[in-house]
């Protein structure tokens, strides 16, 4: 996984763009998974969610004298509004990225879901096991 950004209290990254990688969505569940369960084994309460959807990105500088480097597109967007479902530590995927993965991890069906500026969309929820601290997670 590239971080690209930090934006408040998110961040962005990404799989399968800077390098190569057999397997982007897997990898993006593998680091949400594990940066949720580093935040519950932390006293500091933090409450991670995650949205991993898969999809073309557009790329490049931004700046002309402090530059940073930044993504946008639709890929963008629905994986920012997947992260911002409900209140609870979860990771959400869309079909497409669902698709990537289905035989490797146990999710459920959220079903048709409103997402801002897409309508309804097919999404999916992994809810990892966060009951004892430092437990692993582990992904079928």
Known sequence: MEKIKTI?????ATANL???HADP???AVRCACDMASAA???SSGWRIRAGIHIGPVVG???GRTKFSYDLWGDTVNVAAR???L???VAIYLSADAFARVRDRCRVRAVGPVPLKGKGELVVYRYDAPFG?????VSIE
Request: aromatic content about 4%.
């Open 25 to 27: 969505v897997m990898a």
């Open 86 to 88: 409900g209140s609870e």
């Open 40 to 42: 519950h084994a932390d």
């Open 132 to 136: 004892e601290p430092n437990a692993k």
């Open 60 to 62: 490049g500088v931004v």
């Open 8 to 12: 408040g209290d998110a961040f962005m």
């Open 82 to 84: 997947l992260s911002a």
């Open 18 to 20: 800077l390098r190569p």
